[in-house]
């Protein structure tokens, strides 16, 4: 069996900006495989869900790493979401090491649903006075996860099944 490169890749425009706008956060809840649709990773259809918005999120940092090892290929997502000046950290407290699913908007404006099949764990909450008056000063949220696939996208979260 030949493997080769069949195409190349020519230098784009840079004009995509980075970071997260918008978090939407709900609690995990197992589904079979075949509610949740999906074509193309593009998310068609979800069981109808009522998710969380949170626009408050700063730095916030997504990550996505494939990895193919003895057990199959598969992504790593992890994602850390700061909060500035949080003064009700006992909120948060609750989401500790429980499962959920969150849907990113990107500063593009895409949609990516993370922790589709299997969810992702809350595995820390940090909170930070910040060592000057620039420094940062809130609370760092980290969860992580995998999945056989990507993150998928959203084209539209009502159409989708989801409910602000």
Avoid: H, W
Wanted: proline share 1%; hydrophobic share 35%; net charge neutral.
């Amino acid at each position: 069996m030949s493997c080769a490169i069949s195409i190349g890749l020519s230098k784009v425009c840079k004009d995509s900006k980075g970071g997260i706008s918008k978090v939407y956060l709900f609690p995990y809840v197992k589904y079979n495989r075949s509610s949740i649709q999906v074509n193309n990773l593009v998310l068609s259809n979800f069981p109808a869900t009522q998710i969380f918005e949170f626009s408050a999120v700063l730095n916030s940092n997504f990550e996505q790493k494939m990895t193919d090892d003895d057990g199959g290929k598969y992504y790593t997502q992890s994602i850390s979401l700061q909060f500035q000046g949080i003064k009700d950290k006992f909120l948060f407290e609750k989401l500790l090491k429980k499962d959920y699913r969150l849907i990113i908007k990107d500063n593009n404006g895409n949609l990516r649903l993370l922790g589709a099949y299997n969810g992702l764990e809350c595995e820390s909450l940090d909170v930070d006075a910040g060592s000057s008056k620039n420094s940062f000063s809130g609370l760092t949220v980290s969860f992580n996860g995998k999945e056989r696939n990507e993150a998928l996208f959203v084209k539209d979260l009502e159409d989708a099944g989801f409910t602000i």
